[in-house]
Each structure stands twice: as structure tokens, then as C-alpha cells.
């Protein structure tokens, strides 16, 4: 009877192990084609800045329409717009489109002049450099934005992404995507790519504007279009990072383990006969699935915290911050309000992200011993605070200036405030600690 229980155990282990085997592969695939298409997605944003770059300005008219083109085919959207702003920042000009198929509409979304009278919510949305993300268009637009809607609603406008893009402390352009065949969701990750996309247009646009004699209004110009490259070069370099981290952990551990697993399994098919020595291979077989799983939890856990879904967003930033003080030296407190429910799903995943790089800048950094964390609901604000004790921020340190991993670090907490429709502000002296804030305005969502 043992023998027929050892062999029935077997084959139920083999179905298991060839069922989690399935799954894992299925995971594996998920994964490289999520890379493949930050890849393909880098090659586009490399080859756009390559080719604005070396371009004359005579030839910028010619080429946005095609990288438009280019943008639209590899979103799978059906329309694109480049809108830019008049120098008194009150009319959107379209000037340039690209549709996907023939229409009985002879412009995309936006018409070709957009002023306070035709439509005004859009216009001052953009202007203030609100990000436009309305997956489901008619549904989610505000009260006010009736004639939006009414537009929207004549072409047929199912989803609606805006980027604005700004130079110094003005919004000079947008980049709009729409579909008119499916509703469309856009995650905070491509929208981070998308508005790199838009600055460059902007550093081209900048450029335009100085060899055309435009260039009194654009002073900034060359500083712009340095951080663009250093940008741009560095989201290849944080890309190519995180594919190859990803790599290395699915080859060196759970590659590795799987080998183990299957090589187990093996003997214990060989030498079934052996009790003594089957149950030695299942117990190793056992630990090392267990193993396993924890590898696959903690890659999951990078592309997003399942804490936010299981715990939700405040005592997930709780829990991070407990872990960060149980594996550091530094005496962690925080004061957070009860704001669960009042963003989206992704908008919470970007303010977990903030305060995880804040507290990383921290660690890293800041050399200092105490640090405090406060998220708190004041009037029609929620105000993000993580503070430190430490060394500070010298501003001619090259770390503060955006040439390392430390300045691009606050450059993506400054990004995902700006996505967010809020602000961010760090107060810093050396010697004296930091003090990095981020308000998010409520009025838009109450």
C-alpha cells in the first residue's frame, strides 16, 4: 500500500510542479514582453532626440507630423496633436495632426484654434499644466466641461490623454492622443515617458522659436535642451538597468531554483524505490518551491506593492516605513492622516513611490539619524512631508543638479508631483537637514 500512496504522492507532485512550471512560464512571458516594449519604447524616445537634435529648423514642420505618426502606431491610438500655446498663453493653437484612417471630420479632438470661448475648461486645464488622463472621456470630464463633452461627443471621442509641456515656468505646448474605437488606459509609467516625449518637442519647439527670431521669449533654450539629453540619457540608463536586474533575478534565482526542482524530481522518479531517499528529494523539493515563491513575491512586489491593495495606501506606507527602520539605523516616525479613498489606484501608487524615494534619498544620502514622515489632509490640500536631520543639500554639490542618481531621483519625485497635479519644494542648507514637500490640490476631486 505505501507504494502505490508513494506513487500516487508523485504524480500528484509532477501535476503540481508541471501546473506552477505553466504558471511561472506564463510570468516569465508577462515580463519580457513588458521589457521588449520599454525597449522598443527607448529606441523610439533615442531615435526622436537623435533626429530633432541634429535637424534644422527649416526641416521641425516637416518631421513632428511623422514622429506623430510614430507615436500613434506604437500607442494604438487613433489620432495625435501637437498643440502649442500663443505667447499670451490664451489660445492653443493644433498645428500639427496625424489620423490613423479617413473621417467623416476633418480635424482630430482639439480644433485648430482652442481659445477661452471655444472650449475654456480644456484651455485652463493645460494652461495651469494639469495632465489630461480620461480614460473614459464623456463619463469622467467635470460638470463644467460641458462643451467638451458636447464635442467629445459629436466625434465620438471614447478616451483622451493631453501632456503639457513647459519651458522655465510657462506651459508652451501639449501633446494629445485619442481613441475613437476603444477606451484606453494610460499608466503612470507611460505617462512619465510620454511627458519626456513632450519635452523633447519642447526643446525642438525652443529652438525653432530662437532660429526664427523667437528666441527674447526662450533664454532658457540651451539649458533645456541639455537637460533633455541628460533626461533622456539617463531613462535609457534606469531602463536598461531595471531589464537587466530583472534578468539576473530570473536566471540566477528562480532559473536556478527551477533547475534544482526539476533535477529533484528526476531522481525521485529514478529512485521511487528508495523511500528513504524520495523523501529527502520531496523535502528539498519543497523548501526550494517555497523558496521560489518568495523570489517571485519580491519581483512582484518592485513592479508594485501588493501591500497597497491588501493593506491600502496609508498602512502601506506605514508598513514601508517600519521595514526601512527595522534595516537601518536611522530613528524613523511618521504623522499620517487616514486619505485612503480619495485617489485612484495609480495616483496612490505614485504617492508610495514618492515617499519610497524620499525615504531612499534619506538612506542613501542624508548621513542622518532621525527622519520623520507626514501625510496630511489640510483644507483642500494633502501635504506629503519627509524630513531629515542629516548633512542637507548643497546646490553646487553636482548631486543636486541632476548629473547623478540622487538629482534624478528628486527629478522623478518632481515628475510624479507634476502628474499628481501638485507641487514639490525642498528646503535644504548644509548641515541643517532637508525638508522635501509635495502638495497635492483636493478642489479638483471634492
Known amino acids: 500500500m505505501w507504494y502505490l500512496a508513494l506513487v500516487f504522492s508523485l504524480f500528484l507532485l509532477q501535476t503540481a510542479l508541471i501546473t506552477w512550471l505553466l504558471v511561472e512560464r506564463r510570468k516569465r512571458m508577462r515580463t519580457r514582453e513588458e521589457l521588449d516594449e520599454r525597449l522598443r519604447f527607448e529606441t523610439l524616445l533615442s531615435d526622436l532626440s537623435a533626429d530633432f537634435t541634429r535637424m534644422q529648423s527649416l526641416e521641425i514642420d516637416r518631421k513632428i507630423p511623422e514622429w506623430l505618426q510614430r507615436l500613434v502606431d506604437f500607442l494604438g491610438v487613433d489620432r495625435g496633436s501637437f498643440l502649442q500655446f500663443n505667447d499670451d498663453g ?3 493653437h ?5 489620423l490613423t484612417h479617413d473621417s467623416d471630420f476633418t480635424t482630430s479632438f482639439t480644433t485648430s484654434v482652442i481659445s477661452h470661448e471655444n472650449p475654456p475648461w480644456y484651455l485652463e486645464q493645460l494652461r495651469r499644466g494639469f495632465t489630461l488622463n480620461y480614460p473614459i472621456w464623456l463619463e469622467q470630464l467635470p460638470s463644467e466641461a460641458s462643451g467638451e463633452k458636447e464635442y467629445g461627443r459629436t466625434i465620438g471621442v471614447k478616451s483622451h490623454l493631453a501632456i503639457p509641456v513647459t ?6 505646448c501639449a501633446l494629445t492622443f485619442t481613441t475613437l474605437r476603444f477606451h484606453r488606459n494610460w499608466s503612470p509609467d507611460l505617462i512619465a515617458r510620454l511627458h519626456m516625449v513632450g519635452e523633447i518637442f519642447a526643446g525642438v519647439l525652443a529652438r525653432k522659436h530662437a532660429e526664427d527670431g ?8 540651451q539649458k533645456t535642451e541639455d ?3 541628460q533626461l533622456t540619457a539617463r531613462l535609457l540608463q534606469l531602463q536598461d538597468e531595471e531589464r537587466r536586474r530583472i534578468a539576473s533575478e530570473l536566471h540566477d534565482g528562480l532559473g536556478q531554483s527551477l533547475a534544482i526542482i526539476k533535477n529533484r524530481a528526476m531522481i525521485c522518479l529514478r529512485d521511487f524505490s528508495n523511500k528513504e531517499r524520495v523523501m529527502e528529494q520531496l523535502e528539498e523539493i519543497s523548501w526550494t518551491a517555497t523558496s521560489s515563491i518568495d523570489e517571485v513575491r519580491e519581483i512582484a512586489h518592485n513592479l508594485r506593492p501588493f501591500e497597497l491593495d491588501r493593506l491600502g495606501m496609508i498602512e502601506a506606507i506605514r ?11 536611522i530613528r524613523l516616525s511618521d504623522d499620517l492622516d487616514q486619505i485612503d479613498g480619495l485617489f485612484t489606484p495609480d495616483e496612490e501608487t505614485g504617492i508610495y513611490r514618492i515617499i519610497q524615494e524620499g525615504l531612499n534619498n534619506v538612506i542613501k544620502h542624508a548621513e542622518a539619524s532621525e527622519a520623520r514622515v507626514s501625510v496630511k489632509k489640510i483644507g483642500a490640500e494633502v501635504i506629503i512631508t519627509v524630513e531629515d536631520n542629516g548633512k542637507g543639500i548643497d546646490k553646487h554639490d553636482p548631486i543636486s543638479n541632476g548629473k547623478n542618481a540622487r538629482g534624478f ?10 502628474m499628481l497635479g501638485g507641487s514639490h519644494q525642498i528646503n535644504s542648507l548644509p548641515g541643517s537637514g532637508t525638508i522635501l514637500t509635495v502638495r497635492l490640490r483636493m478642489e479638483e476631486r471634492e
Open 90 to 92: 490664451d489660445i492653443i
Open 227 to 229: 537637460v533633455l539629453r
Open 167 to 172: 519651458c522655465g515656468s510657462s506651459v508652451i
Open 319 to 329: 508598513c514601508m516605513i517600519n521595514k526601512v527602520s527595522d534595516s537601518s539605523s
Open 409 to 418: 531621483g528628486l527629478a522623478g519625485i518632481a515628475e510624479r508631483a507634476r
Open 214 to 221: 523667437w528666441h527674447r521669449s526662450m533664454v532658457e533654450h
Open 94 to 98: 493644433n498645428t500639427h495632426r496625424y
